[in-house]
């Protein structure tokens, strides 16, 4: 099998994803009660139109909207068993598998969108964020991915 370091990447990023769609679902319009699954490609279409057209208009100024929907699209892999499982689940024990892929620059676009979606769509969510950011910056346990996350995430502001 294939290891290699990116894996812990790719389970926080897929999982932050998830995370923040999550709660656009349940604040959204929509008024729809979150799915329990990872599945961002599911969870996505589950958005708000509005807040769909705006990570479609990140993706359209950084590459094309058929790029995004392949990758989108990519966030779900075929097991050996027949099952199709999330990047989240499947890149958690990856080390199970012969070989795993995933875009490392989608999965970083589709966060930073998904984070200008919620700043936009829920500025009250953000404000919070923007509150508490010191207390996340002063915790000791923070692993490189998640500072990288924060300097990510102060860049947006």
């Known amino acids: 099998p294939m290891h290699g370091v990116s894996a812990p990447c790719v389970v926080n990023y897929s999982f932050s ?14 008024k729809q009660k ?4 990872h599945d961002i490609h599911k969870l996505f279409y589950k958005l708000d139109e509005s807040i769909i057209e705006k990570i479609n208009q990140h993706f359209d100024a950084c590459s094309s909207r058929e790029e995004f929907c392949r990758y989108l699209a990519s966030t779900n892999i075929l097991c050996d068993d027949g099952e199709t499982r999330s990047l989240f689940e499947t890149w958690r024990y990856s080390y199970e598998l012969p070989v795993a892929t995933a875009s490392m620059w989608f999965l970083r676009e589709l966060f930073i969108s998904c984070i200008e979606a919620l700043k936009s769509e829920f500025p009250e969510i953000w404000k919070i964020y923007v509150e508490r950011k010191e207390d996340f910056k002063a915790c000791t346990q923070l692993s490189e991915f998640q500072k990288g996350q924060i300097e990510i995430l102060e860049e947006i502001e």
């Open 17 to 30: 994803i998830e995370v923040i769609i999550k709660i656009m679902i349940e604040l959204g319009k929509k």
């Open 34 to 37: 979150t799915p329990k699954i």
